[in-house]
């Protein structure tokens, strides 16, 4: 799984691919902690979380927009994804975890917000690829 920070007019985009959807997940992820830090301390503790949705790129929007919400709660920076994506019937759920960087150890640059402007979660040839804007 790989993801590359892409420029964008006033926000910063992040593309990722992976081999599995729940690791293209992960890897838009570690790009949207790249996006806010770009140093990142050992120190944390993991914590798990489940979102549920409707479709993919809902799933994908909801668990990015997840994680800005446990860092704004948490008061710490979610690094070190995992995740597992899984359908049943209409509903999509991703299981994951992150490694929770206390706010106070690293100097954090602050995403407001995951957008839909020019989202993309798409399969290829070789897996999965997304491409997302978070409003800085």
Do not use: N
């Amino acid at each position: 799984m790989s993801y590359w920070l892409r420029d964008h007019t006033a926000d910063v985009a992040v593309e990722a691919e992976s081999d599995s959807l729940g690791g293209v997940f992960a890897a838009v992820a570690d790009g949207l902690a790249a996006t806010m830090c770009e140093e990142i301390p050992a120190a944390g503790e993991r914590f798990s979380l489940s979102v549920e949705a409707e479709g993919r790129d809902a799933l994908l929007f909801d668990y990015l927009d997840q994680l800005i919400y446990e860092r704004d709660v948490r008061s710490v920076l979610p690094v070190d994804h995992e995740a597992a994506v899984s359908r049943m019937g209409d509903r999509w759920t991703v299981d994951a975890s992150a490694r929770g960087v206390p706010l106070e150890a690293v100097d954090a640059r602050e995403i407001k917000a995951v957008t839909y402007s020019e989202f993309e979660l798409e399969r290829t040839d070789g897996g999965w690829r997304a491409y997302v804007v978070f409003d800085v």
